[in-house]
């Protein structure tokens, strides 16, 4: 059996393969919607992510979501604090929450894309192409992700520079929508 059929029915953890590499990536390919201190939003959106680690992706989904939407709520409202988006910070961070499970728990790319068409449309407040094709550009960039993280231990300088540049791509596109 391949190295790729045998990974395919676990679930990926983010943080904890390279932990400082692979947060730090985490954080630099986050779309943090145009906001002036990425810091104050990642904070929150990290912390999320590491009660993920800490809980599993195969923990109960309710114990996850009362846990992990607390950090959220507080990066989406730091987002609309900062920005002049007008959307609602608590759908924001259940979309997201869907987000980061579906992807811990290998979802499909059409599933992870649902989520990001959604979340975006939540963000924007817009049916424009441009959250489609965002969206398209994100959810490759989050199966990438999740598939080189479960094919080693991890990321070449190479792989992250692609990363990074397929979330330019896409942060390119959704700033358009502004």
Do not use: C, W
Not at 92 to 121: C, G, N, P, W
Request: glycine share 2%; proline share 1%.
């Amino acid at each position: 059996m391949n190295k790729i059929a045998a990974t395919s029915k676990q679930n990926i953890d983010f943080t904890k393969i390279n932990s400082d590499k692979v947060l730090k990536l985490e954080s630099d390919i986050a779309y943090f919607y145009g906001v002036e201190d990425r810091k104050l939003v990642a904070q929150h959106y990290m912390q999320a992510i590491k009660i993920l680690e800490t809980e599993g992706a195969s923990s109960d989904k309710k114990v996850l979501r009362d846990k992990m939407l607390p950090d959220l709520e507080k990066a989406y409202g730091e987002v609309k604090k900062q920005t002049s988006l007008r959307f609602d910070p608590q759908k924001a961070a259940a979309h997201e929450f869907d987000l980061i499970l579906v992807q811990s728990q290998r979802a499909t790319f059409e599933d992870i894309y649902e989520i990001m068409v959604k979340l975006y449309k939540e963000m924007f407040q817009s049916e424009n192409s441009g959250v489609q094709k965002a969206a398209l550009l994100r959810t490759f960039l989050y199966q990438y992700k999740i598939r080189l993280l479960s094919l080693d231990d991890h990321l070449s300088d190479a792989d992250i520079h692609l990363l990074m540049d397929i979330a330019k791509r896409s942060e390119e596109e959704l700033n358009r929508l502004r």
